[in-house]
T-cell receptor, first 112, second 114 residues
Framework: KNQVEQSPQSLIILEGKNCTLQ??????????LRWYKQDTGRGPVSLTI???SENTKSNGRYTATLDADTKQSSLHITASQLSDSASYIC????WGAGKSTFGDGTTLTVKP | NAGVTQTPKFQVLKTGQSMTLQCAQD?????MYWYRQDPGMGLRLIYY???????DKGEVPDGYNVSRLKKQNFLLGLESAAPSQTSVYFC?????????????FGQGTRLTVV
């Protein structure tokens, strides 16, 4: 069964600090991995999409990495802001069928 | 540019009542999806539609029905609401499902069944 596991489940950091969120998956065959940001009471919004051949992709202060060999991804947030407080969801898609498996998310709280 | 619009945003139903959640997208996307999100859990796929006129079951389809009569609309019906269907429902759309392209989500419908 395809699985996507995210860690930590929740994280509290001070404004201005950096943090890294982890995503491990067992989805096979692999198509792509996406990171979404979900603000409280809102729908998820895409941050990055990574395919098999991509190791790193940035979107402003967000940098995602992918190691397809170990089936791990990370999302690094630099110089955190209060507006980064949200749930971050890792989604991995299966090649061919297009079926996507969602992680349970990491809840990030940035405090002043 | 509205993207994906869901109506209503909030709804309270009594057990046994029926209702339809509406979803509209203006991006000319082929694929549309309905998910539910329960506290502490990831989004779970209820139904999806790869193209106008076609629908397929996802992980948790029991108690729901869908229709995709127009490319821009995807409707989710609850035939006889149960308390277990209390959840936040998200509609999403993407250009294509097979390539796992980026999905755009609506703002969600918070449904409470009492």
């Amino acid at each position: 069964k395809n699985q996507v596991e995210q860690s930590p489940q929740s994280l509290i950091i001070l404004e201005g600090k950096n943090c890294t969120l982890q995503c491990n998956y067992t989805v096979s065959p692999f198509s792509n991995l996406r990171w979404y940001k979900q603000d409280t009471g809102r729908g998820p919004v895409s941050l990055t999409i990574m395919t098999f051949s991509e190791n790193t992709k940035s979107n402003g202060r967000y940098t995602a990495t992918l190691d397809a060999d170990t089936k791990q991804s990370s999302l690094h947030i630099t110089a955190s802001q209060l507006s980064d407080s949200a749930s971050y969801i890792c989604v991995v898609s299966e090649w061919g069928a297009g079926k996507s498996t969602f992680g349970d998310g990491t809840t990030l709280t940035v405090k002043p | 540019n509205a993207g994906v619009t869901q109506t209503p945003k909030f709804q309270v139903l009594k057990t046994g009542q029926s209702m339809t959640l509406q979803c509209a997208q203006d991006m000319n996307h082929n694929s549309m999806y309905w998910y539910r999100q329960d506290p502490g859990m990831g989004l779970r796929l209820i139904y999806y539609s790869a193209s106008e006129g076609t629908t397929d079951k996802g992980e948790v389809p029991d108690g729901y029905n869908v229709s995709r009569l127009k490319k821009q609309n995807f409707l989710l019906g609850l035939e006889s609401a149960a308390p277990s269907q209390t959840s936040v429902y998200f509609c999403a759309s993407s250009y294509s499902r097979d390539t796992g392209t980026e999905a755009f989500f609506g703002q969600g419908t918070r449904l409470t069944v009492v």
